[in-house]
């Protein structure tokens, strides 16, 4: 069923001023002019095709048309409370789904989620392999990880300054060059070329060549002496992003996780 056009703004400037019984008053409320008020309430009546309000020698008052529809316009202001509070129920729930790279939550996020689940027991995890875009809505996504320039169209924040390094074995290993999407070698190079950072930190790791990767993704590793760093780290432009469209990144749930990962 097509349901009628309410206009929202105009009833609940109405309500404002049946309780109060002064346009004056019903603005100081809404933090409007009297003459906003005014304006609402005339449209409003056009709209229905009724009179509202009546001017009296003792001030304004209610018209009967007026009276007969205001409590079940209050009513269902109370309803819109009522489901408003539901939604917003969601922010406080244990679930969180996270969309990162598979190397990314292999070799960093996994570690940094079991210490934070660890203080907040109750909480439980989806975690999503993403390397690009994803829908959101479509995921059901709280938060996303990307190895990007920026947050895009979403709010973000940067987990680390975009820093790059170049590995390879411990005891030194092969010199040839280990490519990954995120560092790509010129084509007719003589190179290993696998599908991520983190399968190029294993392969420098076992003596294959050497890669350039993200440092927040080897970090481990090189504390580990699994790979030894062949220079320092040099900025790049990528790094890894925490983002969210506003609704997600307004909730308790993921305000508490973004803080918890970059703190």
């Not at 409320?29 to 056009?46: F, N, W």
């Not at 190895?147 to 975009?162: I, K, R, S």
């Not at 780290?233 to 609704?247: G, M, N, S, T």
Request: charged content about 20%; overall charge negative.
């Amino acid at each position: 069923m097509k349901r009628t056009h309410l206009p929202l703004n105009g009833l609940r400037v109405f309500d404002a001023a049946a309780r109060h019984l002064s346009f004056t008053k019903a603005a100081d409320e809404l933090a409007v002019t009297p003459a906003a008020v005014g304006q609402q309430i005339r449209a409003l009546e056009d709209m229905l095709g009724v009179v509202l309000f009546r001017r009296t020698p003792k001030g304004l008052e209610l018209t009967p048309e007026a009276d007969k529809g205001l409590d079940a316009l209050r009513a269902g202001f109370l309803q819109f409370e009522e489901s408003v509070r539901a939604m917003q129920s969601g922010q406080t729930s244990n679930s969180l789904t996270i969309a990162a790279p598979r190397d990314f939550t292999a070799k960093w996020l996994t570690a940094r989620l079991a210490k934070y689940g660890a203080n907040n027991p109750d909480l439980q995890f989806t975690l999503i392999a993403a390397d690009s875009e994803i829908d959101f809505t479509e995921a059901n996504l709280d938060l996303a990880i990307r190895l990007t320039d920026g947050p895009g169209e979403h709010e973000g924040v940067q987990l680390a300054t975009g820093a790059f390094v170049s590995v390879a074995a411990p005891d030194g290993g092969a010199e040839t060059p280990i490519g990954w999407p995120g560092c790509p070698l010129e084509e007719g190079t003589a190179a290993l070329r696998l599908g991520d950072a983190g399968l190029a930190i294993d392969a420098a790791a076992i003596g294959l060549g050497k890669a350039c990767v993200p440092h927040l993704l080897a970090e481990a590793d090189l504390a580990a002496g699994r790979v030894r760093a062949l220079d320092n780290a040099q900025e790049h432009r990528l790094a890894y992003w925490l983002v969210a469209p506003l609704p997600q990144w307004r909730q308790k749930k993921v305000k508490a996780l973004v803080e918890a990962l970059t703190g």
